[in-house]
């Protein structure tokens, strides 16, 4: 089964620095069945390397490499995710949980097609759990 990726698991695969056993959990697990990412992941992950840059913790060598790595990965990018109309459920969501419009993306995302998610943000986690929505790592463990 896909997962929805947020962009705090991709920035994982990229940063040796920011690299767990959950964000290599969840890379076996794309590069298996595949993810689904709102159409914001490529903007956010993008500003996450050029930050990584900026403060000389990746060389633009590495962060070509980076894009070409996750180029390769079998990840849909979900273009629905950035119509205006789902500007009232993301504000709905965001509120409800405390999660940031681009957070809440992820979490809606999640909802409507049914898949686990994959995050290393603690906010959009327990707002996931409390909407019901399955977390990478956890249902595998029982622990929902």
Do not use: C
């Amino acid at each position: 089964m896909k997962l929805v990726v947020d962009a705090s698991v991709a920035l994982d695969w990229v940063f040796d620095s920011e690299r767990t056993p959950y964000g290599q959990e969840a890379l076996s697990h794309v590069i298996d069945a595949g993810a689904a990412v709102p159409a914001l992941w490529p903007v956010e992950v993008a500003n996450g390397l050029l930050s990584g840059l900026r403060r000389r913790r990746i060389t633009e060598p590495e962060m070509a490499e980076a894009v070409s790595m996750l180029a390769s990965l079998p990840i849909e990018i979900v273009a629905t995710t950035a119509s205006l109309a789902t500007m009232p459920p993301l504000l709905e969501q965001g509120a409800r949980f405390g999660l940031s419009a681009y957070d809440a993306s992820y979490l809606l995302l999640a909802q409507r097609e049914g898949l686990p998610l994959a995050t290393n943000d603690a906010r959009l986690r327990g707002a996931a759990q409390l909407a019901g929505v399955p977390i990478l790592g956890l249902e595998t463990a029982g622990a929902r």
